[in-house]
């Protein structure tokens, strides 16, 4: 990858950050517009291609009070910088993801995500390698929610047991979505998944199938 490429996909990275970091209770046209503003930079590399319809497609926001078209309104400005991320990168332009992966703030969870969704029934044992490393980042990014300067929040290396642990522990989930996580825990699916990782031979494997049931997504 050349110099020029990385330096626009960083650049693009950093806007796709900066439009995210809008709290959505906040989320104003004019507060949409001044963020859009004040990174535009990081979006001129690209050139005329994303520079015009971006600038046309934030036009056409302007007068929305609504929040919730400003939200629907901010994951279509997301969806055409990840569609140039992905063009850049040498992956399919057009996101397979649903779309509240648009709205994920941490880009290497984002990706990882979108990799996971296009290779999970071609690939099911290298998307079970990568699953433990997703549930671990959606657990570090609830913790940046509910503890911003907690363990579980800061912690720079991702280890599967402990942070499930802690992630039940100390209540970081909704009810639900704690109960999702016990499951996957307690019920051999946690142990499928290690066994992938860790153990040799050909009993374990996992098919693709695994994860229509699985019950944590």
Known sequence: MSALTEF?????????????ELKKDELTF???????????KKVTPMGAHLVNP???LMRTFEGVEDVDVLDAARDQVIAMIDGSIASLAGGPVRPILDDLILKVKDTKLSTLLKEFN???DQQ???????LRTIICLIIQERAKITD??????TRQDLALDPMLTEAIGAGSFP????????????RGQKVMFDNVVHKPGDNMLVKRTIYRRLSIF
Do not use: H, M, V, Y
């Open 8 to 20: 626009k996909l960083k650049s693009l990275r950093e806007f796709r950050a900066s439009i995210l």
């Open 30 to 40: 004019p507060a949409l517009q001044k963020c859009a503003a004040d990174n535009w």
């Open 54 to 56: 971006l600038g046309n």
């Open 118 to 120: 296009a290779i999970k």
């Open 124 to 130: 099911p044992n290298f998307a079970a390698i990568g």
């Open 148 to 153: 911003a300067k907690g363990k579980l929040a």
């Open 175 to 186: 009810q639900g979505e704690t109960k999702l996580l016990q499951g996957f825990q307690s």
